[in-house]
């Protein structure tokens, strides 16, 4: 009888991956060879080929895996790792593993749903801090100066949220708590459909009569061909005006040239950026000195319980990747999502 052939896993990601942190994973799959070999990739600034930088165990381990829990691959990982079969992606959006030379059938699966929390709570807090005015409270205290200045009534405002996935749910439901009508978009809308979520549903061919009623507008979006510079000159002269405009999608949905000209006409009230098109933004970037825009260098999830969280789901796909079963949120590589 013939053993079946032991599973490699590469754990490239968290990056304090260590035998303290696998022995959970260990103990659950004996079966399994599990190697925490940290990964930066073009997140360190510096794409490497396949064999750049990498030591012969290294190399040995991409070689022989068939799995891996990663941030980034190495480019040309169809070469350096023939039998890899699935990639469980540390965040939401895959993009940046465009190009990177995976093999048709390796199967990407990402972790939608796993920050959603924490980053729905960012983006509210952002434009619950702009409507309340509380840079400008904060800045007359640095002065010492006593002046009310009072905020807008958020209850009754319209919010709408361009992408209703796992981080779009969550932004509306946090909305609806403080009492807004909330419309809600998504690409594979039909007529007749709902969300439990939102007020309103509507399909990506609606967008700017939606942006035309909004107070404020959330883009949880992914980065794909099909939403490159989906917010240009047109669709934020559609937002209504004053509006708050905040992405925590990608930049690359942005005409970022587009959106310093709507905030300096006053058009686009304030813009929260947690995402910007070229990450870190250059420190010459004009958007940087756009008026009332606010930037965060991508930091809108939480580290607290990301690993836990982040490792259940790899965990539980993993059961099912060594079962032969169907892998949860396995995204299409084609459509970028």
Not at 154 to 181: K, S
Not at 221 to 235: I, K, Q, R, S, V
Request: glycine letters at 10%.
């Amino acid at each position: 009888m013939t053993a079946t052939p032991r599973l490699t896993v590469v754990v490239a990601y968290p990056w304090n991956a260590d035998d303290e942190l696998l022995a959970p994973l260990r103990g659950r799959f004996p079966e399994v060879e599990l190697v925490a070999q940290p990964y930066l990739g073009q997140f360190g600034h510096h794409v490497p080929g396949a064999s750049d930088g990498m030591s012969d165990d290294e190399l040995a381990v991409w070689a022989r895996a068939d799995a891996a829990l990663a941030l980034d691959v190495p480019l040309g990982v169809g070469e350096l790792a023939p039998d890899l079969r699935w990639i469980q992606a540390i965040g939401a959006g895959i993009d940046h593993l465009d190009g990177r030379g995976l093999a048709d059938d390796c199967v990407v699966t990402n972790a939608a749903g796993v920050a959603a929390g924490p980053i729905a709570e960012f983006a509210f807090g952002r434009l619950l801090a702009v409507w309340k005015r509380f840079p400008e409270i904060d800045e007359q205290q640095l002065a010492h100066e006593w002046k009310p200045k009072f905020g807008a009534l958020v209850e009754g405002l319209t919010l709408g949220v361009i992408g209703l996935g796992a981080i779009g749910t969550a932004v509306a439901v946090r909305a609806r708590a403080f009492g807004m009508h909330i419309i809600g978009t998504r690409r594979r809308y039909q007529p007749g459909h709902e969300h439990e979520a939102v007020d309103e549903l509507r399909g990506a061919a609606d967008l700017h009569d939606v942006l035309s009623r909004c107070d404020a507008v959330v883009v949880s979006a992914p980065g794909t061909a099909e939403t490159e510079n989906l917010f240009d000159a047109a669709a934020f002269a559609a937002m209504k005006p004053g509006a708050l405009f905040c992405n925590v999608g990608r930049g690359s949905l942005v005409d970022e040239s587009a959106l310093i000209a709507a905030l300096e006409s006053g058009h686009v009230g304030a813009a929260i950026l947690d995402v910007t098109r070229q990450e870190p933004l250059p420190p010459d970037d004009p958007l940087w000195a756009a008026p009332n825009v606010y930037i965060s260098p991508h930091c809108s999830a939480a580290q607290e319980r990301y690993t836990d969280k982040l490792l259940d789901l790899f965990a539980d796909n993993l059961d099912r990747f060594a079962r032969g079963e169907d892998l949860r949120n396995v995204v299409d590589r084609a459509a970028g999502y």
